[in-house]
Nanobody, 121 residues
Framework: QVQLVESGGGLVQAGGSLSLSCAAS????????MAWFRQAPGKEREFVAA???????YYADSVKGRFTISRDNAKNTVYAQMKSLKPEDTAVYYC???????????????WGQGTQVTVSS
């Protein structure tokens, strides 16, 4: 069982930056693929970024070049550094984990409770 707790959300002006963290419980964090998803009001949850066990990264086209996902296996933590934020980035951001390969669907085993990111224009 893995528990995920996100932090770092908040309100930021367009063009600004924000960093999210996701702390995971358990001793097997390093074996999981970790990902960030987001869900805006009235929309489906969508893939944002993922990082493999070895550090390979994947990004949605909408955030490529602006967001960076990273992980620190010693701290059982995955990060999302977000810059050049836009109002359309406003959403609840979720951390997710799965044991096998990266997928861009919501087929992840474990989910955090989410953290709100609001970008004002």
């Amino acid at each position: 069982q893995v528990q995920l707790v996100e932090s770092g959300g908040g309100l930021v002006q367009a063009g600004g930056s924000l960093s999210l963290s996701c702390a995971a419980s358990g001793r097997t964090f390093s074996t999981y693929v970790m990902a960030w998803f987001r869900q805006a009001p009235g929309k489906e949850r969508e893939f944002v970024a993922a990082i493999t066990r070895s550090g390979g990264t994947y990004y949605a086209d909408s955030v490529k070049g602006r967001f960076t996902i990273s992980r620190d296996n010693a701290k059982n933590t995955v990060y999302a550094q977000m810059k050049s934020l836009k109002p359309e980035d406003t959403a609840v951001y979720y951390c997710a984990a799965r044991a096998n390969g990266v997928v861009v669907t919501t087929a992840y085993t474990y989910w955090g409770q989410g953290t709100q990111v609001t970008v004002s224009s």
